[in-house]
């Protein structure tokens, strides 16, 4: 069967009927919208304000206190900031390592890189920074926590405020970043767990 088809007078009323209602909407359009001219002072304006300047490109950071010092971590690095978890201790396990916790099924290995300043007996971190570094050859992301005593928060800084050197006794940071009129560590996962490695579970 062929598609049905309006009488051709009704297609040509409804055409119509369209048509001035389309051409009423756009007259009363036009009557609400007005283009006003620029100002003849608007050139010096703009040149008052000068060339524009580029900004250079931001980075964030999560700085954190471990011990005395305080360390960073670009944020794409960290997968997030617990309180103080649950630990397990492993026997025979170096000083750094804290324990290990059961973050949703996954272990994860703790680590304290401010034991080197000797911490008093009884006196915990109330945090850890779980970072997570690619691990190329395996399905998963390799996870570690670092314990930290305060986390300052997230700043977001240009190179400008990044310094490409570091203290000697501090192999695993790469920099340091100015923030607040202050001076945090950056972190190298790969360097950290060099310097910390943790167990092989």
């Known amino acids: 069967m062929s598609p049905s088809r309006l009488p051709e007078k009704i297609f040509c009323a409804l055409s119509g009927d369209l048509h001035e209602g389309f051409d009423e909407d756009t007259e009363a359009m036009n009557e609400d919208f007005h283009l ?90 109330k945090h850890v920074v779980v970072a997570s570094l690619r691990n190329e050859g395996q399905h998963e992301d390799l996870r570690i926590g670092i314990a930290a005593d305060e986390v300052i928060g997230t700043y977001s800084v240009n190179s400008e405020d990044f310094l490409e050197q570091a203290p000697e006794n501090v192999p695993h940071c790469i920099g340091m970043l100015r923030h607040d009129d202050r001076l945090a560590l950056v972190i190298d996962l790969r360097r950290l767990l060099e310097v910390f490695p943790g167990p092989s579970i």
Request: net charge negative.
């Open 36 to 125: 006003a001219p620029l100002p003849a002072d608007a050139d010096d304006m703009l040149e008052a304000l000068g060339p524009i300047e580029e900004r250079p490109p931001e980075s964030q950071y999560c700085v954190f206190r471990s011990g005395r010092e305080r360390f960073c971590l670009p944020v794409l690095d960290v997968e997030e900031v617990l309180e103080w978890p649950l630990l397990t201790k492993l026997p025979l396990g170096p000083a750094y390592l804290a324990g290990i916790f059961n973050l949703r099924g996954a272990i994860v290995p703790l680590i304290d890189i401010a034991m080197t300043e000797g911490r008093r007996p009884g006196l915990l971190p």
